[in-house]
């Protein structure tokens, strides 16, 4: 009854999407479907149902600003994610 939304994969690949919530849950590994899908129903859900939203980092927005500012940049990689050539 959250009128949440699902992606299933395999093998235990899992998107949640709680619009109710603004929330998406994405589990990836191998995790069994119904085990995953007791951990969204039963902790993360219940967790994030909130009256109120969570206070604001400053330090954390910066620090995030300013990381993105740097892979804007052209030729930039982002070091152990997207465009570093990692796999």
Known sequence: G???Y?????????IVVVPDLQ????????LAGADSRYLVDRSVIPAAS???PLPAEAQAAQELASRIAAVSQPGSQAPGGVGSGRR
């Not at 699902?6 to 899992?14: H, T």
């Not at 929330?23 to 191998?30: A, F, S």
């Open 2 to 4: 959250n009128g949440a």
């Open 50 to 52: 909130s009256a109120q």
């Open 6 to 14: 699902a992606a299933l994969g395999y093998p235990g690949n899992r």
């Open 23 to 30: 929330l998406v849950v994405v589990i990836t590994g191998d």
